[in-house]
């Protein structure tokens, strides 16, 4: 098989609103960020630690 043309795959991104600094983002699986205590990413407005360990409710 061969390659006529690159297609792209769309990034899957997440909206979130920071509840701390009610800062507005979206961010793709590349910006989740884990530990032992489960996976998260980083707010880009106050820099606090936001819990998206699935199954994830969401701050609505
Ligand atoms: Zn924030």
Known sequence: ???IEEGKIPEK???KRCSQC???FAYTPADVQSDR???YVVCPGCK???DV???FTGYH
């Open 48 to 50: 606090t630690f936001i």
């Open 53 to 55: 360990t699935p199954p």
């Open 13 to 15: 991104e997440t909206k």
């Open 1 to 3: 098989m061969r390659v």
């Open 22 to 24: 009610k800062t507005r």
């Open 37 to 39: 205590d489960g996976k």
